[in-house]
T-cell receptor, first 118, second 114 residues
Framework: NAGVTQTPKFQVLKTGQSMTLQCAQD?????MSWYRQDPGMGLRLIHY???????DQGEVPNGYNVSRSTTEDFPLRLLSAAPSQTSVYFC?????????????????FGAGSRLTVL | AQKVTQAQTEISVVEKEDVTLDCVYE???????LFWYKQPPSGELVFLIR??????QNEISGRYSWNFQKSTSSFNFTITASQVVDSAVYFC???????????FGQGTILTVHP
């Protein structure tokens, strides 16, 4: 049982480049989310999805796009990378279909992706 | 809005000492959930506990215990007889009905020295 798989684990980009962080889960979880972790800031929610075809913004969505075409996958796209997007990114999933019930379920996290933008 | 504050940025203890990690939260909701997650040096986040706002009973799990006090909006985490393997970053988190999204505190870095 793989859980939540994130790729790549490390990536270095130049300012203005684009890239996609991949996230896949094999637990049939409806809820998926992306967080970024910065020193002294904790984890901040970027985008989330409560099911295929449904996405919504979190606390810090600017500069990021997401889509959810399948239950399993939830990629995070950086269209034009900026140094401020240097961070560690975590994908997380849980069962549930929305609202407090979804958010209140225990999250299963991926191993993280460390992104550096020069 | 909701907010979680972990005022202790870093704590350093010697093995076998007891240590308490503080978590103070703000929410206007009457229904909410609180969490603690652990992030060991390997980097992955691991769930420790979840409490709902209607259950103020303290909980003990082995060397870990949690003290939930609605009167002071606190959800503190105590490790008894700390061990080197407890060294990690610990996050407190909150979700309430009105915001509907999980909010994490800044995290507390715990270092347990042998």
């Amino acid at each position: 049982n793989a859980g939540v798989t994130q790729t790549p684990k490390f990536q270095v980009l130049k300012t203005g480049q684009s890239m996609t962080l991949q996230c896949a889960q094999d637990m049939n979880h409806e809820y998926m989310s992306w967080y970024r972790q910065d020193p002294g800031m904790g984890l901040r929610l970027i985008h989330y999805s409560v099911g295929a075809g449904i996405t919504d913004q979190g606390e810090v969505p600017n500069g990021y796009n997401v889509s959810r075409s399948t239950t399993e996958d939830f990629p995070l796209r950086l269209l034009s990378a900026a140094p401020s997007q240097t961070s560690v990114y975590f994908c997380a999933s849980s069962s549930g279909t929305g609202g407090l019930r979804s958010g209140a379920n225990v999250l299963t996290f991926g191993a993280g992706s460390r992104l550096t933008v020069l | 809005a909701q907010k979680v504050t972990q005022a202790q940025t870093e704590i350093s203890v010697v093995e076998k000492e007891d240590v308490t990690l503080d978590c103070v939260y703000e929410t206007r909701d009457t229904t909410y959930y609180l969490f603690w997650y652990k992030q060991p040096p390997s980097g992955e986040l691991v769930f420790l506990i979840r409490r709902n706002s209607f259950d103020e009973q303290n909980e003990i799990s082995g060397r870990y215990s949690w003290n939930f006090q609605k009167s002071t909006s606190s959800f503190n985490f105590t490790i008894t007889a700390s061990q080197v393997v407890d060294s990690a970053v610990y996050f407190c988190a909150l979700i309430g009905t009105s915001y509907g999204k999980l909010t994490f505190g800044q995290g507390t870095i715990l270092t347990v020295h042998p």
